[in-house]
């Protein structure tokens, strides 16, 4: 059945208001369009400020007034965070230190974490430090977790500010697992939260190797707070291959693209 394009619009607005992104393959099969003709649909809605174009389909273009709460995004692109978590957990070596920011995507690596012995995790994250005490108290690795002080942000569940920064620069990190909230070639990583970003931003400077979670709906997209290049990123674990467009930029160049299969 022919569907219009005003109609078009309404449906994929009403989608992203309950999902992160919409994606031009499924929107293809569900109008009984071609691909090429839901990228138009895309384009006008882009060029109304309402959609942002990503990798693959597109996001909500009111991601400037603030990212939704932690508890609310979990079930969000869930099964493509949860294949992340698990290849990333595999870069972890034994007698290593690591630390883990906040995000939905980095509660998938923590879950993750097994069969490792004598490392030792940073966080600033309550939902990661919990998981970890699990691990801890059930004996699924060995080591110890620091739970990093500073102001509580009950709506991420999250502790940033400028004692936590004070405490990250006091270590000597192998390595930082990254969550973002948009990546892209002009403006590398950003996120939403100015204080999570600060913090993100110290975890960068203060460790060895920088690994970040991202799954394609953050491909391409711009958060609101700049925090890192990507010239500082030694990996990005993705649901997805390398965006073609992506392929020959020198940004990308160095870094080592890790499919989550």
């Not at 009950?154 to 270590?171: A, D, N």
Request: aromatic share 6%; hydrophobic share 40%; with cysteine.
């Amino acid at each position: 059945m022919e569907t219009f394009p005003e109609e078009r619009k309404r449906c994929i607005l009403n989608k992203l208001k309950t999902s992160q992104k919409v994606k031009v393959s499924e929107l293809s099969e569900k109008f009984h369009i071609s691909m090429e003709t839901v990228r138009r649909d895309l384009a006008v809605l882009e060029n109304e400020g309402l959609v942002k174009r990503v990798y693959g389909g597109a996001v909500s273009g009111t991601f400037h007034h603030g990212e939704p709460p932690l508890l609310s995004r979990k079930k969000v692109m869930e099964e493509e965070k949860k294949r992340i978590g698990k290849q990333s957990v595999q870069l972890i070596q034994d007698g290593s230190t690591i630390v883990i920011d906040v995000g939905t995507t980095v509660l998938e690596l923590a879950k993750e974490i097994k069969y490792k012995n004598d490392i030792t995790i940073l966080t600033n994250s309550l939902p990661v430090a919990n998981l970890l005490l699990k691990g801890l108290k059930h004996q699924f690795f060995s080591g110890e977790v620091i739970l990093l002080g500073g102001q509580l942000n009950p709506k991420q569940h999250s502790i940033s500010g400028k004692l936590t920064e004070i405490v990250l620069e006091q270590f000597n990190i192998d390595q930082a697992f990254i969550s973002v909230g948009g990546i892209s070639l002009q403006n590398g990583l950003s996120d939403f939260d100015f204080n999570e970003s600060m913090i993100s931003k110290t975890m960068i400077r203060v460790s060895k190797e920088i690994i970040v979670l991202a799954d394609s709906s953050k491909l391409g997209v711009d958060a609101f707070c700049k925090f890192g290049s990507l010239n500082d990123v030694d990996a990005i674990v993705s649901d997805v291959p390398l965006p073609d467009s992506w392929q020959e930029n020198a940004l990308v160049k160095n870094i080592d693209w890790i499919l989550a299969k």
